[in-house]
């Protein structure tokens, strides 16, 4: 069974830092990892997809990068602004075993970027 | 192209009545789900598609009941809506490949009093 992991729980900086968020997953068969933006109320804003065979993808201040061997994918916020401020989620698209085709995501992580 | 439509946005019950929250998709999508979101605990799957006629339960499937008939739609029903069922619902449409990503609903916040 898939199970979703992100640290931290919860993330306070300054703004104009740059920062780290992780999502690490037990079972590498997955087709792909996706990243998503969800504001207090709101709904899920996807920010980056990562395929299974790729090892980042870039979107602005954004970059996701995907080591399957070791379970792990990470997004890198530069220069954070308090407009990024947010709940940040993860989930496994999964390839295999019990988890073929289901989404698993992580708890989240949610950021507060203070000027 | 309306991607993932989802309805009610809020909704309150009360303990005992029954509602079926609606989620279709125009992207010919051959997967579909569930899922519900608490406080501190992301999104939990509660049951999903993986065609018309086809569907399997998830992590937290107690107390909903789905069908598929068409490939658009796939419909969430609470049986005898509990206070335990007082959340963020959230349906998801995608295919199993490896370059697409997947689609989200608006969410419904449910409530039951």
């Known amino acids: 069974k898939q199970e979703v992991t992100q640290i931290p729980a919860a993330l306070s900086v300054p703004e104009g830092e740059n920062l780290v968020l992780n999502c690490s997953f037990t079972?590498?068969?997955?087709?792909?990892l996706q990243w998503f933006r969800q504001d207090p109320g709101k709904g899920l804003t996807s920010l980056l997809l990562i395929q299974s065979s790729q090892r980042e993808q870039t979107s602005g201040r954004l970059n996701a990068s995907l080591d399957k061997s070791s379970g792990r994918s990470t997004l890198y916020i530069a220069a954070s602004q308090p407009g990024d401020s947010a709940t940040y989620l993860c989930h496994c698209s999964g390839a295999g075993g019990t988890s073929y085709g289901k989404l698993t995501f992580g708890q989240g992580t949610i950021l507060t970027v203070h000027p | 192209n309306a991607g993932v439509t989802q309805t009610p946005k809020f909704q309150v019950l009360k303990t005992g009545q029954s509602m079926t929250l609606q989620c279709a998709q125009d992207m010919n999508h051959e997967y579909m789900s569930w899922y519900r979101q608490d406080p501190g605990m992301g999104l939990r799957l509660i049951h999903y598609s993986v065609g018309a006629g086809i569907t399997d339960q998830g992590e937290v499937p107690n107390g909903y009941n789905v069908s598929r008939s068409t490939t658009e739609d796939f419909p969430l029903r609470l049986l005898s809506a509990a206070p335990s069922q007082t959340s963020v619902y959230f349906c998801a449409s995608y295919r199993v490949e490896t370059d697409t990503e997947a689609f989200f609903g608006q969410g419904t916040r449910l409530t039951v009093v």
């Open positions: 079972d590498s068969a997955i087709y792909n």
